[in-house]
């Protein structure tokens, strides 16, 4: 995969599918025993004035400077201001969000790693959100946040996604993209709700969380999530 920067140059039209992770894909962390992939999409002409513009905004309102880092982990008890913010954020802004969650209590066939069963599932919520945006894609683009433990694996186990619009085949763009653009941290915010809300289901608590409830119950349009309780060979 390419690393993406300043020097990524797409069509406006490009759908842009900005994915991050949380916890292990092997549940290594006893403490946090779940596997999610996830983020936000929307086409490349909305980024600035309905993602990056507005988060850089709150940032600078609540969180300490619109070029201070922000990261979901790092912020275990925002103050009412902080999460009225973070809320109203999700609530309002009109961009897809997508996770797929596995936990440890996830069943899976024999022999069979989570990672292998996560691109496909992936793909479906991408799928699930491509027609409803308007105008139409022109072409697609996939930016995981780089990693030095995850990029091998994005190698491995994704491979190249074919996109078909309409009928017709699209042009894709598959990169990876350092720590620190506006997209990614909210791709973190996105995938630190589905894990947490995945950690409840855990003790059997369906209750949604209210990080949960913002980013993924606000706006089922913009909306693609799934928890996978068990998956069966195909």
Known sequence: MAIAGSNLTVHPHCLMFFVDESGHE???DPKHPVYVLGGCGLLAAAIDPVLRTPWREMKDRHFGGADKPLHASQLPNPTPAQAAALGAFFRNQAFGRFAVAMTKATSLPADTKPIEIMPGVLRKRWEELT??????PVEVAFIHEASERGDPLLERYFGKSVVVIDGQRVPTRHALMPKGDEALEVADFVVHAAAGQA?????????????FDAVFRTNPLWTSFIAIDAATQR
């Open 26 to 28: 092997e549940f290594a």
């Open 131 to 136: 027609p409803r945006f308007n105008p139409q």
């Open 199 to 211: 950690r409840r289901g855990m003790v059997g608590d369906a209750r949604p969380r209210r990080d």
